[in-house]
């Protein structure tokens, strides 16, 4: 449903140094600039549509934002907790249509912690070792 796909504009480059030859995952010169990328919301060039100031909804083009921190400038999945738990405060809201069971994010997010220090712990075992395959000739 893009219009300028359907208009032919659209073209393959990447982003980072403007080749046709690759894309910007596997540009040979990675840059944390995208020179070459057309905004969609504003129609410039040099940025991406979720670093647009025109584009106030960030990476939620439908709304809403990061369920941990509310932010429209990254994923649910990227959300850094802050590691300084010293710093670390949590303060719980409730509105009054809310229920007892509107906290599923805090358990995610504590589920996440959990399987981030097993990762950090659990000492990393040896793939099996494939047994050598024997050809039997008839």
Do not use: W
């Not at 504003?42 to 941990?68: E, F, I, R, T, W």
């Not at 303060?91 to 599923?104: I, L």
């Not at 070792?129 to 050809?135: E, F």
């Amino acid at each position: 449903n893009c219009p300028k796909a359907e208009s032919g504009t659209a073209v393959d480059v990447c982003y980072h140094c403007g080749s046709a030859d690759h894309t910007t995952k596997v540009c040979p010169t990675p840059s944390k600039t995208f020179a070459f990328a057309t905004c969609f919301v504003c129609g410039g060039q040099g940025h991406l549509s979720s670093a647009c100031q025109k584009n106030d909804k960030g990476l939620y083009p439908n709304g809403g934002g990061c369920k941990y921190c509310g932010s429209t400038q990254h994923l649910m999945r990227d959300c850094k907790p802050t590691k300084n738990k010293e710093l670390e405060a949590t303060v719980g809201t409730v509105e009054a249509h809310q229920g007892g069971d509107d906290d599923d994010v805090f358990v995610a997010l504590r589920r996440q912690q959990i399987d981030k220090e097993r990762r950090d712990v659990e000492p990393k075992r040896p793939a099996a070792k494939q047994p050598k395959r024997v050809v039997v000739n008839f």
